[in-house]
């Protein structure tokens, strides 16, 4: 099995997970801001969306640049609408990395500025793993304590949260 055929399930699971944990975020409270220096949630949500648009579609690249996209900066006004977006770009995102062999995993790819000014370089399959997999684990666990202090519903997420039980198989 090659390499991206073991880490798509992965990914695919990942994604699931932050499907339902947007989908936990009432619509009347897309705004809440727990402190001034955080993202309103709505912020923080669609930088979840942009997140796999921005390095999954950039790892298909010789370069990734810091913010391009192809969805707009400004969040769409309801978390549905987020919703919607990254489902249907998701499946494309996710089938383009299918024609990376092994060998274009471990290749390295420059990660720049919009001005050209190279901040770091990791292989295809880092990009993958850290600024895709564990970035978004980072920013939905902000989510989800966000969640909790807007006196919504946690999900579960790899187990049963306070106000879920066992995620559904």
Same mark, same amino acid.
């Given at each position: 099995?090659?390499?991206?055929?073991? $880490?798509?399930?992965?990914?695919? $699971?990942?994604?699931?997970?932050?499907?339902?944990? /947007?989908?936990?975020?009432?619509? =009347?409270?897309?705004? $809440?801001?727990?402190?001034?220096?955080?993202?309103?949630?709505?912020?923080? !949500?669609? #930088?979840?969306?942009?997140?796999? =648009?921005?390095?999954?579609?950039?790892?298909? *690249? =010789?370069?990734?640049?810091?913010?391009?996209?192809?969805?707009?900066?400004?969040?769409?006004?309801?978390? !549905?609408?987020?919703?919607?977006? !990254?489902?249907?770009?998701?499946?494309?995102?996710?089938?383009?990395?299918?024609? /990376?062999?092994? !060998?274009?995993?471990?290749? *390295?790819?420059?990660?720049?500025?919009?001005?050209?000014?190279?901040?770091?370089?990791?292989?295809? *399959?880092?990009? /993958?793993?850290?600024?895709?997999?564990? #970035? &978004?684990?980072? #920013?939905?666990?902000?989510?989800?304590?966000?969640?909790? /202090?807007?006196?919504?519903? &946690?999900?579960?997420?790899?187990?049963?949260?306070? =106000?879920?039980?066992?995620?559904?198989?």
């Amino acid at each position: 099995m090659s390499s991206i055929e073991s $880490f798509i399930p992965q990914w695919e $699971f990942e994604f699931q997970i932050t499907m339902n944990v /947007l989908r936990a975020i009432p619509e =009347d409270k897309i705004e $809440f801001k727990p402190h001034e220096k955080f993202f309103s949630a709505r912020r923080l !949500a669609w #930088h979840l969306v942009r997140i796999e =648009d921005i390095f999954g579609r950039g790892v298909l *690249k =010789d370069k990734i640049v810091v913010g391009e996209s192809t969805l707009p900066s400004e969040p769409p006004a309801t978390i !549905a609408e987020m919703i919607a977006i !990254a489902e249907k770009h998701h499946p494309e995102i996710v089938n383009g990395w299918r024609a /990376l062999d092994d !060998a274009a995993l471990q290749q *390295k790819v420059p990660f720049a500025t919009p001005d050209g000014v190279v901040r770091r370089e990791l292989s295809r *399959k880092a990009y /993958l793993r850290v600024t895709l997999m564990h #970035h &978004v684990i980072h #920013h939905r666990g902000q989510l989800t304590l966000m969640l909790r /202090l807007m006196n919504a519903k &946690v999900p579960s997420i790899y187990g049963p949260s306070g =106000d879920e039980g066992w995620p559904a198989k």
